[in-house]
């Protein structure tokens, strides 16, 4: 009896928590989880408009040779701009190479934000200022990193909580086991949330689990899980509310999947109409975050024509700003390929360095 009791208080809800359904009409919302406030609904909404052009925009720069590669988030915004809203300035993020959105909607600078992106930088902002990790491009391997981090965190005594995003494929790989079995043993106050949306680049959910929700997978290592509807920025703010609370009065770790939609392509680089027909993506479309988001306040009085325009507009001067400056030669400089490898270069290290100083020095004579 005592087995099914702790058994029960981790597992997710059977359905993924919703407030407001696809077509923005509230429904009747779950008794564990309080709405967010209204202030913070539409702070949320200027966020995700914001994040939507901006998503827009990186994709332009890659068509126009600005960037060597984009990953799209459009159709994930809630998820993005929800777990940057759950968090305080003093709480870390640790994000994937999917997340740009996210890191814009907690402030950073966009330009750096897309400096890895456009190959000139490992990362182009300062993590021990933003607290935020360098966005990871192998899969998992950030869950690890958090997990450390958090237990350092605890350690110190600080109050902050470590959010790791991670897509649905990650779940597949070992290092996010190993990183829910280190976290939930020392009771570390990290927040893993998987935004599943349905493909690991062209392979569906159905190839990578048997699982009825990947919200499980916690369950078997002792933490405590949820499954939200992705698309529902009210349900995901009440949801990761109640997930950082947990970990950050000592409950442990806490497993939350978010059920989005990536609606274009895994990256410039991918033919998405290989694997996935026109039929699912409409479907999904017509489950807009965004539009789902904005029906919801304008039927509850908190957004009128002006909000969205002045949120538009807001938008789309940012865009403008990102477009400028972006199209803006980089000063570059080589003997960075040397900076940061070892804090005392090595022999061969600086061999290198001069061999490269020699060979520029010929160009230029």
């Keep these: 009896m005592v087995h099914r009791q702790v058994v029960d208080g981790l597992l997710p809800a059977p359905v993924p928590v919703r407030f407001v359904a696809e077509d923005g009409t509230a429904v009747d919302p779950p008794t564990a989880y309080r709405a967010p406030a209204d202030e913070l609904l539409a702070e949320g909404y200027r966020r995700m408009v914001l994040g939507r052009r901006f998503d827009r925009q990186a994709t332009a720069l890659t068509k126009q040779g600005r960037l060597a590669v984009y990953p799209s988030s459009r159709g994930q915004e809630a998820c993005q701009v929800g777990g940057v809203l759950a968090l305080r300035a003093a709480d870390w993020l640790f994000p994937t190479y999917r997340d740009s959105v996210a890191l814009v909607a907690r402030g950073l600078d966009p330009v750096e934000v897309l400096t890895l992106l456009r190959g000139d930088w490992h990362c182009g902002y300062d993590p021990a200022a933003t607290r935020v990790a360098p966005q990871c491009t192998p899969l998992a391997t950030q869950t690890i990193h958090a997990v450390g981090m958090a237990e350092a965190l605890r350690r110190r005594g600080e109050d902050a909580v470590v959010m790791a995003f991670i897509g649905d494929g990650g779940t597949s790989e070992g290092d996010f086991h190993e990183a829910l079995n280190y976290a939930a043993v020392l009771r570390c106050p990290v927040v893993f949330f998987v935004q599943n949306n349905k493909y690991a680049i062209s ?11 990947l919200a499980y997978k916690g369950i078997g290592y002792g933490v405590r899980s949820e499954q939200v509807d992705g698309n529902d920025l009210v349900a995901v703010l009440a949801v990761l509310a109640e997930a950082v609370r947990h970990a950050r009065d000592g409950g442990g770790p806490f497993l939350v999947e978010a059920h989005t939609y990536r609606m274009d392509p895994h990256t410039n680089a991918d033919d998405a109409t290989r694997y996935r027909d026109a039929g699912e993506v409409e479907r999904w479309l017509a489950a807009d975050p965004l539009a789902r988001l904005e029906t ?22 940012y865009a403008a700003r990102l477009r400028d400056s972006m199209n803006a030669e980089p000063e570059t400089d080589p003997f960075e390929l040397f900076e940061h490898v070892f804090a005392v270069p090595t022999p061969q290290l600086r061999e290198q360095r001069a061999l490269l100083a020699a060979e520029l020095t010929a160009t230029e004579e």
């Design 296 to 317: 919801y306040l304008r039927g509850r009085g908190l957004l009128d024509e002006a909000g969205v325009a002045a949120a538009h507009e807001a938008a789309e001067e």
């Design 203 to 213: 392979v569906p959910l159905a190839r990578q689990s048997a699982a009825p929700a």
